[in-house]
């Protein structure tokens, strides 16, 4: 039997790995056109949401196009057709097709556009390269011995605890816990006018930022006090499984020009422009797909041989000042398979349905 989801089903399954809220300020991911709640018949995935990709939708019956750039980036006063954002979203909306942009929030996530490039060129030990700064919240909260068990196990269901290959990590302290309930107070323990003590236990968990309000739901369901005692503290951590960019490293060091031959060839780019060979041999190689010079730093930081992305400048070349190589293999060409990534991602969850990768090239650039 085929299944039926609807277009919030489908979207909140990625969001959930890659939450709308680890996007960047600037960017516009999400649903950009379309009702949640529709069900969907077909889902078409491709890099970028242009009319003659909603051409191709319409063809095959797909009312759901999943793009990695948002259509939709700047804001938008009149739609009346006069340029191609407005011609695709009037197109879409006259035949009923959602469009659904997952851009820095697939970025940033760990297992997302950065990781299948990294897995594409054949590297080892993927490390983010600039890892998200306010992302981790510290939660400590108090409560009696008893309940300590059923209360982190709830909080570690919501998403707490969470770092790394390790799940379910907490601290815990004893103690004792004072309070006198009020007159109008309905207390869990004790009764009104009396000052209190019980044996509490203090949990402290990491919480990643977007996490927090579920986690805090999930404690406030399965704490038995009805004022929860608790701290939500920001932390100066970075979050190293969330970010911009990666790092890895070749199983073995390869000869300089065999290297850029390969990533020619892996990312069927017609010209890499790229600033002298220091080496004769690269192993360390930072990359990060689209629009990436603003890594170069964090890439040179990292001891990086090369630096692999798309879309830098002719100033912006002199910057790799000998330290390093940068290496552009063009913007499409290095997220040419974010849709394959997408396509491995939902397959996991909706076995049985109608997901198309799209047969458009749109990439605006052409090599002569
Ligand atoms: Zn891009």
Avoid: W
Avoid at 13 to 19: I, S
Avoid at 89 to 108: F, G, P, Q, S
Avoid at 182 to 200: D, L
Avoid at 247 to 253: D, E, F, Q, V
Wanted: with cysteine.
């Amino acid at each position: 039997m085929k299944e039926k989801h609807t277009i919030n089903t489908i979207t909140s399954f990625l969001e959930q790995r890659a939450p709308l809220s680890s996007q960047e300020s600037y960017d516009n991911s999400g649903l950009i056109v379309g009702d949640p709640s529709n069900a969907v018949q077909g889902v078409l995935l491709s890099l970028d949401c242009t009319e003659a990709v909603v051409d191709e939708a319409i063809e095959m019956g797909a009312n759901l196009i999943i793009a990695h750039h948002p259509i939709v980036f700047k804001g938008i006063k009149k739609l009346n057709g006069k340029n191609y954002v407005e011609r695709t979203v009037i197109k879409a909306i006259k035949n009923d097709i959602a469009i659904y942009a997952i851009h820095t929030n697939l970025d940033n996530y760990r297992f997302g556009v950065n990781q299948e490039i990294g897995k594409r060129i054949g590297l080892e030990n993927l490390n983010i390269l600039s890892p998200a700064k306010n992302a981790l919240k510290k939660l400590i909260v108090f409560c009696p011995e008893d309940d300590t068990l059923n209360l982190s196990k709830a909080l570690f269901e919501a998403g707490a605890g969470n770092i790394g290959e390790y799940d379910e990590c907490s601290f815990e302290t004893e103690g004792l816990g004072g309070f006198r309930p009020n007159e109008a107070a309905n207390p869990a323990i004790g009764k009104s006018g009396h000052r209190e003590t019980v044996r509490e236990h203090k949990i402290e968990v990491i919480v990643s930022a977007h996490e927090l309000p579920r986690v805090l739901a999930a404690m406030h369901r399965a704490h038995p006090y009805e004022e929860v005692a608790h701290d939500i503290l920001p932390l100066e951590n970075k979050n190293h499984y969330e970010g911009a960019g990666m790092i890895g490293k070749l199983p073995a060091p390869m000869d300089a020009t065999a290297f850029l031959k390969h990533i020619k060839k892996e990312f069927n780019s017609q010209v890499i422009r790229h600033t002298p060979l220091l080496k004769d041999t690269i192993q360390h190689v930072a990359f990060c797909g689209g629009a990436g010079s603003f890594l170069l730093e964090a890439a040179k930081a990292h001891d990086a041989d090369i630096y692999i992305t798309g879309d830098f400048k002719y100033h912006e070349f002199f910057d790799a000042e000998n330290d390093i190589v940068i290496a552009d293999i063009g913007h499409y060409e290095s997220e040419q398979f974010t849709p394959n990534l997408l396509l491995s991602i939902l397959k996991k969850n909706f076995i049985n349905f109608a997901f198309h990768l799209s047969k458009v090239n749109t990439n605006p650039i052409n090599y002569f």
